[in-house]
């Protein structure tokens, strides 16, 4: 008796981890592969079956703690650009590839840092202050042409800030892993051993730089006092690159003459902190790259990716676990 025929080969099963919202549509995934959208608690029950786990809510620490002893799915996405929430060590050591949302907030973080930079130079939350007091009160600003920008993190957000920030005006350079001269995008890029020697140089700083174990707590008292007492601190990376009590009493010192914080080590940010309530400090709730159609994009880039993974192609944004980040090739 012949053999029978092999059946068809079922689609993927793509679990989706929401969280408070769902992605506004998966009609591109679903033409793909079956999809179950899940929450928290029914995470590690769904886990054991998937093909593909799409990390919708990027907030989330319920990965780690649902991730079957035997090995999870795969392929993780996560629809963000940092993938430090994942990085927990079973999935590290597995064989399951992560890849991240990268290229969707490039662009829009950059407009959103220039916009600071633009604000701290012309005071303008200084004036939104003023106007809501009623009260006429003439200042002088300073000018940004030629100003010194300092960007901590050369992947693709970091370059498209360099690049917005050279197009103002503004002479960049940067730090990353390796030190590199005549970057197209930031210039001079110093070592990250050498930052503390690149902060002393910078009118404006600007963290972009992944949550890694060597980027973690990286701008600390010693750093700040490294800095110039009339520039500003930039965070539009993650809230732990900073020691956030040692950046208030910088900013209480005059150490520093003030900061725009996007990011910040637990958010929401506490309605007790004092950041809120200093004048020198723009406070701002996560929201740098989120302009409108950022849902949109972030399905978009799973759906293009997840059809790589059904057509036999290499996946793209693929994240060196051991890095942190998505690596120089960024395929698998």
């Given at each position: ?6 059946g068809?080969?079922p ?8 969280g408070d ?5 998966l ?14 608690p ?7 079956g ?9 907030w ?31 999935l590290?050591?597995?064989?399951t590839?992560?890849?991240?949302s ?15 930079v633009?604000?701290?130079?012309k ?7 003023l106007?809501?007091?009623?009260r006429?009160r003439?200042?002088?600003t ?7 920008a ?7 957000i970091?370059?498209?800030i360099?690049r ?19 970057d197209?995008?930031?210039?001079t890029?110093h ?10 140089d910078?009118?404006?700083v600007?963290l972009a730089?992944?949550?890694t174990?060597?980027?973690?707590d990286?701008?600390?008292?010693a ?6 007492p009339?520039?500003?601190l ?19 010192a ?16 506490a ?8 004048p020198?400090?723009i ?6 790259g ?5 849902r ?13 993974r ?6 793209r ?15 698998q």
């Amino acid at each position: 008796m012949d053999a029978a025929a092999p059946g068809p080969v079922p689609p993927p099963l793509v679990v989706v981890l929401t969280g408070d919202d769902a992605p506004p549509s998966l009609r591109a995934v679903e033409a793909l592969a079956r999809v179950r959208l899940v929450g928290e608690p029914d995470l590690a029950a769904a886990l054991p079956g998937a093909d593909v786990l799409f990390v919708w809510d990027f907030w989330t620490e319920a990965v780690a703690a649902a991730w079957p002893p035997s090995g999870g799915p795969g392929w993780v996405h996560i629809a963000s650009a940092g993938v430090d929430r994942l990085l927990f060590p079973a999935l590290v050591e597995s064989g399951t590839v992560v890849t991240n949302s990268r290229g969707v907030f490039d662009e829009p973080i950059a407009e959103y840092v220039l916009g600071l930079v633009i604000a701290l130079a012309k005071d303008l939350h200084g004036t939104v202050r003023l106007q809501g007091e009623r009260r006429w009160r003439h200042r002088e600003t300073e000018r940004i042409t030629g100003a010194r920008a300092l960007v901590v993190g050369t992947g693709p957000i970091g370059r498209a800030i360099g690049r917005r920030l050279a197009g103002a005006g503004l002479a960049v350079s940067g730090v990353g892993r390796a030190a590199r001269a005549a970057d197209p995008d930031l210039g001079t890029v110093h070592p990250m051993e050498r930052l503390g020697e690149a902060l002393a140089d910078a009118d404006y700083v600007v963290l972009a730089a992944p949550l890694t174990d060597a980027t973690r707590d990286m701008v600390d008292a010693a750093a700040l006092a490294r800095m110039r007492p009339s520039a500003r601190l930039i965070n539009v990376g993650r809230g732990q690159l900073v020691v956030e009590d040692d950046l208030v009493a910088a900013l209480r010192a005059g150490v520093i003459a003030g900061a725009a914080l996007d990011v910040f080590v637990d958010e929401p940010l506490a309605a007790s902190s004092p950041l809120w309530e200093m004048p020198n400090v723009i406070v701002s709730p996560h929201m740098s790259g989120d302009a409108t159609g950022w849902r949109e994009a972030l399905v978009q880039v799973f759906a293009e990716n997840l059809a790589c993974r059904v057509e036999g192609r290499p996946l793209r944004n693929v994240v060196d676990k051991r890095l942190g980040y998505v690596g120089s090739r960024g395929v698998q």
